[in-house]
């Protein structure tokens, strides 16, 4: 990725991947409990643990690229400690504190052959995940373009290519 291209732009083509891995989340939640067979039962599982590695991979990434190159430079403008950075980062915790928890329920199969948890904090993550990536697209994101200068946005995008 070159220090061209638009930031913000790039934050919404992360989303797209994200988007795409919670709709696949979504079908294997509602997948699972109705499964009677192990062996799909063992594949929806392993599909749940590929997504808990994006998850932890590429969705910290992302959360990284906003929280070290984005909310510093933008919180210029509109703050830090309140507002919608703050909100943003509030989501930012609860996001890794239910994927961890996730994965804690994703681990305990097989010992453990009530996905009713799995389900109720995999759905809590898509929920807030969901909710969070419009309230980016459609408040902050909209901020930053009208805020930040040309220099500034790629000064922000140097910072997110060292981000890995």
Excluded: C, W
């Excluded at 696949?24 to 643990?49: A, C, P, T």
């Amino acid at each position: 990725m070159d220090t061209s291209i638009d930031p913000i732009a790039a934050l919404k083509s992360d989303h797209e991947a994200v988007r795409a891995v919670l709709n696949n989340l979504g079908g294997y939640l509602k997948k699972i409990n109705s499964v009677l067979s192990d062996g799909l039962r063992n594949n929806l599982i392993n599909q749940l643990h590929e997504i808990t590695g994006f998850i932890d991979k590429d969705l910290e990434i992302h959360f990284r690229k906003e929280e070290e190159a984005l909310f510093p430079v933008l919180g210029n403008y509109i703050g830090l400690e309140t507002g919608p950075i703050h909100a943003m980062l509030i989501e930012h915790k609860q996001s890794r504190e239910l994927s961890a928890e996730f994965k804690l329920k994703i681990n305990g199969y097989p010992q453990s052959i009530d996905f009713k948890p799995i389900i109720d904090i995999g759905n809590s993550f898509l929920r807030l995940l969901s909710g969070h990536i419009d309230k980016e697209e459609n408040i902050l994101f909209n901020m930053a373009d009208i805020q930040l200068s040309k220099d500034e946005k790629h000064s922000i995008m140097v910072k997110m290519l060292d981000i890995k």
